[in-house]
């Protein structure tokens, strides 16, 4: 981790899990999703081999691996109640490991926070009071294995963005809140970003983010978060070339990059420089390779 990027305020987070999961052999498939990752020992050492890999790129914050370690993503599986906390602490034991094992003992480690369904699809999003439940046992579960933030990402609705910040503040939490938007700055629900990002910062959000979007879709949102900005912004693209796929189709395979490490790095020293991006990471289809390359240009960049 660089002193320059850290004293510019500029904080790295990582990138792509399950894109570096997949590319190791390991599938993402319901029902586990990424969450299978935890479920031997040797899925757990390829999980921190990764978090180790975006330490070393230089990621000051690595996300622990529960975006699908969810009520209603967990309750597929044959695990029973005590199965489904031991997923969660188990991700973050994992995240706590590499962090150890790296020496980068000042990186924080953000519980990630997904769609209780699916990110892309806003029609199914529940009612508020299954919302309230179930992003609440999962706050509650995050704070117990002991995250330094939560990071509640790809919402697709201002309602269940709401609804879990409201859980993680009322536990006592920081969050980040990230959108993934499509490619008007909207929300997949429709729902103007801008009415979005006024909403969860009134409510207490400490930085609001777009992800898992494509870079074109990102830079049309980076313009409006931007404005009128009353906290900590940031992005992490999701660059996967999706040639031939439907919009959001799922494969169980890691899909080609879009970018080169060299162009991601320049994408988003160009957005720091544009936009005043506080935290910059990597969704989708990025790698340790494209982190490391981000870090040594945002250094350079921030150092002139």
């Known amino acids: 981790m660089t002193n320059s990027l850290a004293d510019q305020g500029i904080r790295l987070l990582d990138g792509g899990t399950a894109t570096v999961l997949q590319r190791a052999g390991l599938p993402v498939r319901p029902p586990w999703w990424t969450s299978g990752a935890v479920l031997t020992d040797a899925k757990r050492g390829v999980l921190q081999s990764v978090h180790e890999a975006y330490?070393?790129?230089?990621?000051?914050?690595?996300?622990?691996?529960?975006?699908?370690?969810?009520?209603?993503?967990?309750?597929?599986?044959?695990?029973?109640?005590?199965?489904?906390?031991?997923?969660?602490?188990?991700?973050?034991?994992?995240?706590?490991?590499?962090?150890?094992?790296?020496?980068?003992?000042?990186?924080?480690?953000?519980?990630?926070?997904?769609?209780?369904?699916?990110?892309?699809?806003p029609d199914l999003v529940p009612s508020d009071e299954e919302l309230r439940a179930e992003h609440g046992w999962l706050v509650r579960e995050?704070?117990?294995?002991?995250?330094?933030?939560?990071?509640?990402?790809?919402?697709n609705t201002i309602r269940e963005a709401r609804i879990a910040l409201r859980e993680v503040l009322s536990a006592g939490g920081r969050a980040w809140v990230s959108f993934v938007c499509a490619d008007d700055a909207t929300l997949l629900s429709g729902e103007p970003l801008t009415g979005a990002v006024h909403a969860v910062q009134r409510d207490g959000a400490e930085a609001v983010l777009i992800n898992c979007t494509s870079p074109r879709a990102t830079e049309v949102a980076?313009?409006?978060?931007?404005?009128?900005?009353?906290?900590?912004?940031g992005a992490y693209p999701n660059i996967e070339d999706r040639t031939g796929l439907t919009p959001y189709e799922h494969v169980d395979r890691a899909l080609?990059?879009?970018s080169t490490p060299d162009e991601f790095a320049e994408?988003?020293?160009?957005?720091?420089?544009?936009?005043?991006?506080?935290?910059?990471?990597?969704?989708?289809?990025?790698?340790?390779?494209?982190?490391?390359?981000?870090?040594?240009?945002?250094?350079?960049?921030?150092?002139?």
């Open 222 to 233: 980076l313009r409006v978060l931007c404005r009128g900005r009353a906290g900590l912004i």
């Open 55 to 121: 330490l070393a790129a230089g990621a000051q914050v690595i996300t622990a691996n529960t975006f699908r370690a969810n009520l209603r993503a967990l309750r597929q599986t044959k695990l029973d109640d005590a199965g489904w906390a031991w997923m969660v602490h188990a991700a973050v034991g994992v995240a706590g490991a590499a962090r150890k094992q790296s020496g980068v003992l000042d990186a924080q480690i953000a519980g990630s926070i997904g769609p209780v369904e699916d990110c892309y699809r």
């Open 256 to 258: 080609p990059s879009g």
């Open 142 to 155: 995050l704070s117990r294995a002991g995250v330094d933030l939560f990071l509640i990402e790809t919402m």
């Open 267 to 304: 994408l988003v020293t160009r957005w720091r420089t544009e936009y005043g991006l506080d935290i910059i990471g990597g969704c989708c289809g990025t790698t340790p390779a494209h982190l490391e390359a981000a870090n040594k240009l945002l250094s350079t960049s921030v150092g002139t």
